[in-house]
C-alpha cells in the first residue's frame, strides 16, 4: 500500500503540483502546503516547514533527505542519494548531481561509461544562491554560503563563502582569515 502511495503521490507531483505557481507569488492558492504534503510522501525523509518551489525536480526522490525549514529553489534541478541539514536557502535554478560519466576508454561510448553515485552532503544553515552547480561526493559543512553562479567540485569547509569556477573560497563567515 505504501509503494502505491509513493506513485500516486510522485504522479501528482510532476504532473500538477510541479507546475503550481510559486510560494510568494499572490495567487498561489496553497501550492505550497500542496507540493510540502505531497514531497513529504516521496523522499526518503522530509522535516517540518519545508518548502518545494515551482518546477523543482528531483527524479524519483526516494533517495534525498531534507530537514525543517529547508527547501528547494525554483527550477532546481536535484539527484539523490543527496542529505540536505536544516535551514537550507536555496536560489532558483540550482543542479545538484551525484553521479557523473567516466571518459576513460575509448571503446565504450562515454553515454555507457558511468561512475557509480557518490552522494552529496549539505549541513545545516547553507545558503546555494542562484544557478549554482554541485558535483557528486561534495559535502558543504554547516553555515557556507555558495554564491551564484559556482562550480562546486570539492568540500566547502564551515562558515566559507565559496564563488567561481571551480569554486574557492572567498572568505570566512566568522572571521577566519582565508
Known sequence: MKKISYYIC???????????PGSDMPYSFGSKKIRRFLCKRIFKSSGNNINIEHG?????????????NSGLGLNCRIAGPLKIGRDLMMGPDVM???????????DIPMNLQTDPKRPVVI????????????LPGVT?????????????????????????????IIRYRNGKKV
Open 123 to 134: 549541513e545545516d544553515d547553507v545558503w546555494i544562491a542562484a544557478r549554482a552547480i554541485i
Open 96 to 106: 545538484i548531481f551525484t553521479q557523473n560519466h567516466k571518459n576513460d576508454r575509448i
Open 140 to 168: 558543504i559543512k554547516k553555515g557556507a554560503i555558495v554564491g551564484a553562479g559556482a562550480v562546486v567540485t570539492k568540500d566547502v569547509p564551515e562558515y566559507a563563502v565559496v564563488g567561481g569556477n571551480p569554486a574557492r
Open 56 to 68: 523543482s525536480f528531483f527524479a524519483s526522490g526516494k533517495d534525498i533527505e531534507i530537514g525543517d
Open 10 to 20: 510522485l504522479i501528482l507531483y510532476y504532473f500538477i503540483a510541479r507546475h503550481l
